[in-house]
């Protein structure tokens, strides 16, 4: 069984800065990869950033690329999520994700947390 708690979000202005935080717990969360998906209203979930294990190289979406920045902290178990020059589009519910293979960037075979709200007001 595996759990996906995040925090972190909130309210920012454009241009600001935010933490996401996701603690994980259970068996195999972290055999793959782990990651960061968003849902905007009215959108698609998709696809925000990713790192791999063993390893630890991380990838990024496009649109967030050279903003955001995915962490983790082994010790305590936490997956980060450091988002910079935060953008009005950037406004979404933000879900972490433990993959359950290692493709990723799809929705397919995961471990989803309960997501936590980013608001950037322009």
């Known amino acids: 069984q595996v759990e996906l708690v995040e925090s972190g979000g909130g309210q920012v202005q454009a241009g600001g800065s935010l933490r996401l935080a996701c603690a994980a717990s259970?068996?195999?969360?972290?055999?793959?990869?782990m990651g960061w998906f968003r849902q905007a209203p009215g959108k698609k979930r998709e696809w925000v950033a990713a790192?791999?294990?063993?390893?630890?190289?991380?990838y990024y979406a496009g649109s967030v690329k050279g903003r955001f920045t995915v962490s983790q902290d082994n010790t305590n178990n936490i997956l980060y999520l450091q988002m910079n020059n935060l953008k009005f589009e950037d406004t979404a519910m933000y879900y972490c994700?433990?993959?359950?293979?290692?493709?990723?960037?799809?929705?397919?075979?995961?471990?989803w947390g309960q997501g936590t709200q980013v608001t950037v007001s322009s």
């Open positions: 994700a433990a993959g359950r293979t290692y493709d990723c960037s799809s929705e397919l075979s995961k471990y």
């Open positions: 259970g068996d195999s969360y972290n055999q793959y990869c």
């Open positions: 790192i791999y294990f063993p390893a630890g190289r991380s």
